[in-house]
Every structure is written in structure tokens, then in C-alpha cells.
T-cell receptor
Framework: NAGVTQTPKFQVLKTGQSMTLQCAQDMNHNSMYWYRQDPGMGLRLIYYSASEGTTDKGEVPNGYNVSRLNKREFSLRLESAAPSQTSVYFC????????????????FGEGSWLTVV | AQRVTQPEKLLSVFKGAPVELKCNYSYSGSPELFWYVQYSRQRLQLLLRHISRESIKGFTADLNKGETSFHLKKPFAQEEDSAMYYCALGGSSGSRLTFGEGTQLTVNP
């Protein structure tokens, strides 16, 4: 049981290049998320998908797009990378019952270290 | 809007000393609060949640609605507790979990 798997683990991009971060979960979770982690700013939600077929913006969506390809997969795309997007990106998933997190846990991937030069 | 504040970015204690990581939240509805931990270069993992009222690895946290706080405490810190700790808030919006800025805890020998 791999949990949440994200690729690539490390990537260096030049300004203006595009790339897609891939994420897959094998826990049959409904909800999936993309966060970025920056020193002193904690974890900030970029986009999330409450269920298959839906996506919503989080706190810092500018410069990113997402696709919920199916229940398992949720990808994050940088169309034109900028140095400000240098960060560690975490994909996560959770089961969701009703409208609350009660009893639910968010499971995280191992992170993707992205550097934009 | 929901907001989580962890006022201490860095916290350093000696082994065996008590430790308290502070977390304050702002939310108009009924909050659900969590502590997540990230050991060096590992993925974040759930440490504990307020609805469980449990003690994990000696850590406890009590939700104080009057003070809108959910501080994490441990009476005797261990070196293996050194990690980044995140307080997180979930509310009636369902899917959105808001994290604080994190506190880097270092337990010195």
C-alpha cells in the first residue's frame, strides 16, 4: 500500500518552462490537495479537489492549474515557471464524510522539490 | 475566513524539559483541530486531533474554545521529538484544511 505517490521528487526548471507534477493515491480517497511549503510561511493550499470531477482554488492558485484525471490522480501544472514558484510541493488526500473532517486524516506524499532558476 | 497562528517559528528546549507549542485559531463555526508533524525530510503525518482526546508519543493538546487555542504539550521532551510541527484547522467547509506557519522544535541533549 503506497499511499500517496508524487513525481518527480526533484526538478530544476528555467524561468518560463512548463512542467506537471503528478500525484496518485491508492486509498480510494475522494479528496485530494496540492500544497506548497515555504520557510516561514508553512503549508499553503494551492488547489484542491473535493471529489472526482471537481477542483477549487486554495489560498495561492495563481500560476498553477490542476487536473483531477480520475479518482486516483490529481496533477499540478506550472504553465510558465517563475522563481517565486521555487518551493516544496506536497500532494495529499483524504476521505471525506459529510461536510467535516471528523475522524478523517490527510495523508501526504513525500514532497517534490522544485527549483526555478 | 479561517486562520491558524503559530507564534513561535523556532523553539528550543533541553531533553527532559516540558515543551509547549502554541496554536491559536480564528473560525466562526465549530472547529476541528489537528497537529501534524514532519520529521527531517519526511512526509507530514498526523500527530493527533482534538476530537480523539488522545495522547500520542506523550503529546497532548486541549481545545480551548474560550481562548481559541489548541496548544501542544509534552511534559518531558525527547531528542527524537525534534521536528517541524504544524497546527491545522478544519471547519464546516469540509475539504479545506488550513495550516499554521509551523514551529521548528529542537530538543537538545
Amino acid at each position: 500500500n503506497a499511499g500517496v505517490t508524487q513525481t518527480p521528487k526533484f526538478q530544476v526548471l528555467k524561468t518560463g518552462q512548463s512542467m506537471t507534477l503528478q500525484c496518485a493515491q491508492d486509498m480510494n480517497h475522494n479528496s485530494m490537495y496540492w500544497y506548497r511549503q515555504d520557510p516561514g510561511m508553512g503549508l499553503r493550499l494551492i488547489y484542491y479537489s473535493a471529489s472526482e470531477g471537481t477542483t477549487d482554488k486554495g489560498e495561492v492558485p495563481n500560476g498553477y492549474n490542476v487536473s483531477r484525471l480520475n479518482k486516483r490522480e490529481f496533477s499540478l501544472r506550472l504553465e510558465s515557471a517563475a522563481p517565486s514558484q521555487t518551493s516544496v510541493y506536497f500532494c495529499a488526500s483524504s476521505e471525506r464524510t459529510g461536510q467535516k473532517f471528523s475522524g478523517n486524516t490527510i495523508y501526504f506524499g513525500e514532497g517534490s522539490w522544485l527549483t526555478v532558476v | 475566513a479561517q486562520r491558524v497562528t503559530q507564534p513561535e517559528k523556532l523553539l528550543s528546549v533541553f531533553k527532559g524539559a516540558p515543551v509547549e507549542l502554541k496554536c491559536n485559531y480564528s473560525y466562526s463555526g465549530s472547529p476541528e483541530l489537528f497537529w501534524y508533524v514532519q520529521y527531517s525530510r519526511q512526509r507530514l503525518q498526523l500527530l493527533l486531533r482534538h476530537i480523539s482526546r488522545e495522547s500520542i508519543k506523550g503529546f497532548t493538546a486541549d481545545l480551548n474554545k474560550g481562548e481559541t487555542s489548541f496548544h501542544l504539550k509534552k511534559p518531558f521532551a525527547q531528542e527524537e521529538d525534534s521536528a517541524m510541527y504544524y497546527c491545522a484547522l478544519g471547519g464546516s467547509s469540509g475539504s479545506r484544511l488550513t495550516f499554521g506557519e509551523g514551529t521548528q522544535l529542537t530538543v537538545n541533549p
